[in-house]
């Protein structure tokens, strides 16, 4: 059996491990534009604000682990053209320029995803900087020693974790986004309301509710940053507006999501024979509303690489889909949430039902005890599970995961607030802050 792999990040990586894994005596050929694979993305504001401890622990695997594992690497090789029909694919080395042309019976598509690169003027400037793959994070490390300041655009994860490590630093910074809230799409108001504060306590310019819409390059080295409502001027100014699935070469060709994500199924097929995808540049079965959706995560993309190779022969193991299940740390405050918010069910025209609760983790005759913040939503007509967030000074990034599990299993409000958790006053109540927030929704839901 010969199978092309073409992308390399992190679905391409776990697949190409996994075939050689179960299959050793098969030919595979990978194919990466660049000369690194398996770089963690979200590591790169940790390592431009200096808490990495090795920026090479970065990478979980390279070229010559894969090498050696029985794949033959192409790095440095753009796939230009692939022919369905007749099975091949035509790449180009980007090295020496020399194209050519080569068969399989399998192929699998994870060519991952680009930048959300926006018309607007000025946006292809210098002093205007990308943050998604290694080279992006050298760029921003190296600099992050000569600038004074820095704007950052776009205030998801990625752009608040970046806003928060240059704040650490002690840059002054400026978060802008479009939308009214910090990470509006990972949280709801009040969680975000509580970011924003540590933002603002923390001497950091918030430009939220404004649209970017030119950047200027100034004589002194410096680049503004105009908006729809205000200008702002900085050394460097970064956009992390997201992300777009990287299938332009071929989605045409498959059915995919109005972004050009490819549609696959519960085992990784798309919608041509002998063709499968993962990772950024497909599509995810979105457990809290039962359809395909893009949610472009690491966890995401690892899992549907796994899943490819344990198919890629014949049909054995199902795909579970995912609750997008995210955590952040920002100004030492932990975020950590699975499922919808309400925000995200308004906007899908999904109706559900919602409780917040505040409880301390542990005992108050604890010398001390820290308060957590937690949301849960809910169907109001079958009372399942469909989301939760929490936010604290205490670690409280595995309680998504216990959320994650119960939106997974189908678990009632009342199922979760019944689990058998622990107790001991070093680690949590009687009840459990997550069994108090689960009795808080059954009681609003029976009242």
């Known amino acids: 059996m010969k199978v092309s792999i073409i992308g390399c990040t992190h679905a391409g990586t776990f697949t190409a491990m996994n075939i050689l894994k179960e299959h050793p005596d098969w030919e ?12 963690l993305l979200c590591g790169i504001a940790l390592w431009v604000s200096d808490r990495v401890s090795d920026s090479n622990k970065m990478f979980y695997a390279s070229p010559d682990d894969l090498a050696k594992s029985g794949a033959t690497m192409y ?3 753009d796939v230009t053209d692939i022919d369905f029909d007749k099975k091949q694919v035509k790449a180009k080395n980007l090295e020496t320029g020399e194209s050519f042309s080569q068969s399989y019976d399998k192929l699998v598509l994870t060519t991952g995803s680009s930048p959300i690169v926006p018309n607007i003027p000025g946006i292809h400037s210098d002093r205007v900087h990308l943050c998604k793959n290694w080279n992006n994070a050298n760029e921003l490390r190296q600099n992050s020693g000569n600038i004074k300041s820095a704007i950052v655009i776009g205030a998801g994860y990625i752009g608040a974790e970046l806003a928060e490590g240059y704040a650490h630093l002690g840059k002054e910074t400026t978060l802008i986004d479009a ?3 910090v990470l509006s799409k990972n949280l709801d108001v009040n969680m975000s309301k509580v970011a924003e504060k540590d933002y603002l306590d923390n001497g950091v310019t918030l430009g939220l509710n404004e649209k970017v819409v030119s950047f200027e390059d100034n004589d002194d080295g410096t680049v503004t940053v105009n908006t729809d409502k205000n200008s702002y001027t ?16 071929y989605k045409d060709k498959f059915e995919t999501l109005p972004n050009g994500a490819l549609i696959v199924d519960d085992y990784m097929h798309t919608s041509m024979p002998d063709v499968f995808s993962a990772g950024d540049a497909a599509s995810v079965h979105y457990n809290p509303t039962g359809d395909n959706q893009y949610i472009p995560l690491a966890t995401n993309a690892v899992r549907q690489g796994i899943l490819v190779a344990k198919n890629i022969e014949k049909d054995i193991m199902k795909y579970m889909g995912t609750q997008s299940s995210s955590a952040v740390e ?3 405050r932990s975020y950590a949430a699975s499922g919808l918010t309400v925000g995200h069910a308004k906007a899908l025209g999904k109706k559900v039902e919602s409780v917040t609760l505040e409880d ?13 913040l937690m949301n849960l939503v809910w169907d109001p007509e079958s009372r399942v599970v469909l989301g939760g967030a929490f936010t604290s000074m205490y670690d409280i990034a595995q309680s998504a995961n216990l959320i994650s599990v119960a939106i997974q299993k ?8 019944m689990v058998d958790f622990l107790f001991q006053p070093n680690f949590d109540k009687p009840i459990n802050y997550v069994s108090a927030l689960a009795g808080a929704a059954v009681e609003k839901a029976d009242a």
Not at 234 to 249: H, Q, S, W, Y
Not at 410 to 417: C, H, P, S, W
Request: hydrophobic share 45%.
């Open 28 to 39: 595979v050929d990978v194919f990466e534009r660049n000369d690194n694979l398996s770089f």
């Open 330 to 332: 920002l100004f030492g």
């Open 234 to 249: 900085a050394d460097i100014a970064v956009a992390c507006i997201g992300f777009r699935p990287n299938t332009d070469l």
């Open 75 to 77: 790095m440095r090789h």
């Open 179 to 181: 939308l009214p809230d």
């Open 360 to 372: 301390n983790y542990r005992p108050e005759f604890m010398l001390s005890t820290t308060p957590v």
């Open 410 to 417: 189908k678990m009632t409000i009342d199922e979760l607030a």
